[in-house]
């Protein structure tokens, strides 16, 4: 497994740390449990879709691309990374956001990663719940070729078998890191959404040999659906990398959908005790649609007994605090006395 002979651009802040959580693990009493912290890596407050980015745009720019497309729902993170990276390499960057949540409170339409993606300078158009947004897309990019402009077309999430290869990377990076210091990992757990990042850990984690399993906490999708999907493209991704597909048994593949609640991006008291929680005990925030619920997920499974006391479990934090500034009534905060 060589990635450098893939195009890539460096700009996240790499390797991002990983650290133990001694509050949160004494106050559950559970595990011992660690923290990955892919919300720093960088540019434009981090996240996951980071280390996706610099292969995405690498191609773009092989492919001699002047600007680039992408979608996501309103509150995307993704789409904030893109535009970030867009400006830090100067490509045009344009945006179509799914209003998925049926959300159109102040705070959700403008503040938040919608603030952000407008201050990087991103051409931003809204699109109606249940769009075909890869179609959307398309024609997209059709109307920009009129205009004599070369677009690439960055999937959602980033998630096909070039971003895949961000959390290829992340997976030896991590490795590494847990073996210089002699930390047995004994569990990885993750918000899975659009399926690159575990799709990406998955096919690291196996071809190396690693003995790591991976646990998706699903906040979308059903588990069937959501280990499919994550299967396919972990199947793609290693014919990319020239792997054999063998390498990913379907069972390596697991995905946990019970922590979804009533939709993507809709809150669940079970979130909002994560956030809390974490801010409360570490520091550390967490969002309100992805690792929030990933994090609900990893606390009931404590509580449940799932990991034995002398496990490690590591944490991988995928970012997405911004869109707390999307949410601030879901939280029911005490206010200012
Ligand atoms: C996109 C995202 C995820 C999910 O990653 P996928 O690769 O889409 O599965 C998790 N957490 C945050 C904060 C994200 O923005």
Redesign the pocket.
């Known amino acids: 497994m060589h990635l450098s002979r893939f195009a890539r651009f460096h700009f996240a802040h790499l390797p991002t740390p990983l650290e133990p959580m001694p509050r949160l693990s004494e106050y559950l009493a559970g595990p011992s449990l660690w923290i990955k912290r892919d919300d720093c890596t960088g540019l434009s407050s981090g996240?996951?879709?980071t280390r996706k980015l610099e292969f995405l745009m690498a191609d773009a720019a092989e492919r001699g691309a002047d600007c680039v497309i992408t979608q996501g729902a309103t509150q995307s993170?993704?789409a904030r990374q893109t535009c970030a990276a867009a400006a830090k390499l100067g490509f045009e960057c344009h945006l179509l956001l799914e209003d998925r949540s049926g959300f159109h409170d102040d705070n959700y339409a403008q503040n938040g990663n919608v603030l952000l993606d407008q201050l990087h300078g991103a051409n931003i158009s809204l699109r109606p719940i249940d769009s075909d947004m890869s179609a959307e897309m398309d024609q997209f990019a059709q109307q920009l070729r009129d205009d004599g402009k070369k677009p690439y077309i960055i999937p959602g999430?980033g998630?096909n078998e070039t971003g895949a290869l961000g959390y290829v990377n992340a997976a030896l990076e991590l490795t590494h890191q847990a073996n210089e210091r002699s930390l047995r990992i004994d569990h990885l757990l993750?918000?899975?959404?659009?399926?690159?990042?575990?799709a990406g850990l998955v096919v690291g984690m196996q071809a190396m040999n690693s003995g790591i399993p991976v646990y998706g906490v699903s906040?979308d999708a059903p588990q069937a659906e959501q280990e499919v999907k994550v299967y396919r493209l972990a199947q793609r991704t290693l014919d990319f990398m020239g792997l054999s597909q063998n390498i990913v048994p379907r069972e390596s593949v697991v995905a946990n959908s019970d922590y979804v609640g009533d939709g993507y991006g809709l809150p669940t008291e079970s979130m909002i005790e994560a956030v809390n929680m974490l801010a409360t005990h570490e520091g550390i925030l967490l969002?309100p649609?992805?690792?929030g619920k990933a994090f609900a997920g990893l606390i009931d499974l404590v509580r449940k007994g799932f990991f034995d006391k002398g496990d490690n479990v590591v944490f991988l934090h995928?970012?997405?605090s911004v869109a707390l500034f999307a949410y601030p009534k879901a939280f029911h905060l005490p206010g200012i006395h």
């Open positions: 996240g996951n879709k993170n993704h999430g998630s993750h918000a899975t959404g659009s399926a690159g990042t575990q906040v969002d649609v992805y690792s995928t970012g997405g």
